[in-house]
């Protein structure tokens, strides 16, 4: 008996981590600024990975400090930012602990950046650049 439980463990707990999702599979919440287009402008895009990990709490997005967003999961935000480094973060709601996570970004005139934010088995989150 005790083997089963020594075998199954690690396979229950793998499914619980957050899986990416395309950007089009994801669902558009509006962007509390920096959120309509601008010409001479690049694209940032931040999405929340699908699962069941973090799924009772938001993930506030921020941008040079300031919140842009909140994302449930499998949820994006777009935002419109002048040329030039960005420090962008994500941050669990307080109940599920308030882990913060933060990168720098490099965005052109006319450039797209896609991120997104997942969250360990662990419950730590990450922002990190992803190709889905």
Not at 79 to 90: D, S, T
Not at 97 to 114: D, F, I, P, R
């Amino acid at each position: 008996m005790k083997w089963i439980v020594i075998v199954f463990a690690p396979v229950i707990l793998s499914g619980c981590a957050t899986h990416p999702v395309t950007t089009s599979q994801a669902t558009a919440t509006k962007a509390t600024k920096w959120g309509s287009p601008k010409e001479g402008y690049g694209t940032l895009i931040v999405k929340r990975d699908s699962g069941f990990l973090g799924k009772a709490c938001s993930a506030g997005v921020y941008v040079d400090g300031e919140r842009v967003g909140s994302l449930g999961t499998s949820e994006k935000v777009t935002v419109y930012l002048p040329p030039g480094e960005h420090l962008i973060g994500a941050r669990n709601g307080t109940i599920c602990g308030g882990a913060v996570s933060e990168t720098a970004v490099v965005l052109t005139a006319q450039g797209h950046k896609t991120y997104r934010i997942a969250i360990s088995d662990g419950g730590d989150i990450k922002i990190q650049p992803t190709a889905f």
